[in-house]
């Protein structure tokens, strides 16, 4: 990886194979409807982040689906394996890869929230030039989003147990002021993990469908889009 542009953005996917993506959500919908909901969701995000300026690269996890992601996104975008053993080991991991690599700032943001604006991205960045790192809370008590400079990154703030509970943005904000790293918070947002989640999505987006069309389109053509109303 090269760094021309000096800033990078990081989605973390995990491979979209049957009954291994979004199992919370598919406890309502089945595999087979979460399988296509989650492509789309990968789809929508990745044609805003298009839009940005820096490029994109896409973390994936297991570390051997790399094929598979070239595949199916014809080879559009740079894949770097997710390494490590729990979630926050894997992020740390490919923070120190890409500013091993030469880039000066990079933000995370996962893959399921299909209708972030990519305003929110822009500003992430711009405020890095103020803060040691940025954070956009989610509604679940977790983050949406993540990032630093290289001069600021700290892999102690990923060091939490509360992982998969809601207490992982609280205790990653204390690691921080532990760490006296100045953090700016973005503007909150609620990720699609469960049927709730999609609920939310639903009503946020019924009057204006140009954000996240994909996934907009499937729920409609399942009929999903009106029985989450």
Known sequence: MDAPDRRVILVFARAPVLGTVKTRLAVHLGDRVVLRLYRCFILDLLE??????????????????????????????????????????????????VFASGFKQAVLVGSDVPDLPGTHISQAFSDLQNADAVIGPSADGGYYLVGFRDDTFRPALFDTAAWGTPQVLEETLAIARAEGLKINLQPRWKDIDDAAGLADFIHRNTSDRSTAPRTLAYLQDTELLYDYK
């Not at 894949?79 to 890869?97: D, S, T, V, W, Y």
């Open 48 to 97: 805003t982040l298009d839009g940005l300026e820096p490029p994109v690269i896409i973390c994936h996890t297991p570390a051997d689906a790399g094929p598979m992601f070239r595949q199916w996104l014809s080879g559009r975008y740079t894949l770097m394996p997710q390494n490590g053993g729990h979630l926050g080991l894997r992020m740390a991991a490919a923070f120190q890869e």
